[in-house]
Every structure is written in structure tokens, then in C-alpha cells.
């Protein structure tokens, strides 16, 4: 249900994309379910999505993550490299792409699995903050309600924000006070 509903949501999507160049990342909590997503994808969404071009973006080390699989250093380049040059347009991604890698190009971002924490649903929406040409991307949590998903992605919700508060009340701070830090 979660991969037709993503399904759905990328209908939406790359409906309203006339030039043919939106690109965007769907993130998911394991390598095995990218590789999942990315089959799915390119299975049953290519007679509705024919724009789709994915591509899987995870990590190389040998965490915990049994049966997924691995991506070598050069291979992680090349697909983000396909991705700002249009070649792939989608990137079903860990959490390896949310922290610190510069991403260009991407209009939208979706999560498929709950935010494991505040700080995964800030960085992954981050990435949707930071949209192609200075502009916002979309950022769409995809869950099903009334699960255990709804509410850990509400909880999220609740931390990010109690963070976004204390940080711009921190920062107040240091302009009345007159120090700044960076």
C-alpha cells in the first residue's frame, strides 16, 4: 500500500512538470528497501510515470542493514552527478544523502518510511529547503493513518519544531546581547 501510495504521490508530482526535468529523492530507512522502492518503481510505475528515470543512492559501509546492497564511492558519485545532469531523475536514497552531500537540482522530497528522529526529519526536509535555483522543493511524508508511523512522524514533527524555536530563540538572544556565533 505505502509503494502504491508513493506511486501516487509522484503521479502528482511529475503531472505538473511540462519541461520534463524534475528531479527529486524519496527517502527510505534501509538499503533493503531501496532496492525494494527502486524494483517497485521500475516494475509497475513506468505505464503511469514514463518520465521516471530512478536511480538508488545509499551508503557503502557495513552497517547492520542485511541483505541490502552497497554503493562504492565512485558509484555514489556518478549517480549524483546523473542526477544534477538530468540523466536520472528520481533518487531512492538512505539516510547517507541526508547529512552533509550537496545535492543540486532537486525540486521535491519524499519520505516513504517515518523519521526515525527530529534530526532526520530536519535534514531531510532540509534538502527540500535547499530546491533547485534557490527555490523551495516539496517535502511530503508518505505513512499510513493510524499507525505507529502517523504518530512517530507527528512526535518528529513536534521535536523539529521545539528545535527550529529554540534555535531562532537562541539567536535572538545573541543579537540582544550583542555576541554572535557562528
Given at each position: 500500500p505505502?509503494?502504491?501510495?508513493?506511486t501516487n504521490a509522484l503521479e502528482q508530482v511529475l503531472s505538473k512538470d511540462e519541461l520534463g526535468d524534475v528531479r527529486g529523492i524519496v527517502f527510505v530507512t534501509t538499503r533493503a528497501a531501496a532496492q525494494r522502492t527502486l524494483l517497485y518503481l521500475r516494475r509497475n510505475a513506468a505505464s503511469t510515470l514514463p518520465s521516471l528515470k530512478p536511480a538508488i543512492y545509499v551508503g557503502?559501509?557495513?552497517?547492520?542493514?542485511?541483505?541490502?546492497?552497497?554503493m562504492s564511492n565512485a558509484a555514489q558519485n556518478k549517480t549524483l552527478v546523473d542526477f544534477e545532469q538530468g540523466k536520472t531523475n528520481l533518487l531512492v536514497a538512505t539516510s547517507v544523502l541526508e547529512e552533509g552531500l550537496d545535492v543540486r537540482g532537486c525540486d521535491f522530497?519524499?519520505?516513504l518510511d517515518s523519521c526515525r528522529s527530529a534530526r532526520s526529519y530536519l535534514q531531510s526536509g532540509g534538502r527540500a529547503a535547499r530546491g533547485r535555483d534557490g527555490g523551495n522543493a516539496r517535502f511530503v511524508v508518505v505513512y499510513a493513518e493510524g499507525t505507529v508511523e502517523e504518530t512517530a512522524l507527528k512526535r518528529s514533527r513536534q521535536q523539529a519544531k521545539m528545535?527550529?524555536?529554540l534555535l531562532e530563540?537562541?539567536?535572538?538572544?545573541?543579537?540582544?546581547?550583542?555576541?554572535?556565533?557562528t
Open positions: 505505502k509503494l502504491a501510495a508513493l557503502h559501509g557495513k552497517g547492520g542493514d542485511q541483505g541490502g546492497v552497497r522530497v519524499m519520505r528545535h527550529t524555536l530563540q537562541k539567536r535572538q538572544d545573541q543579537l540582544s546581547s550583542g555576541t554572535q556565533t
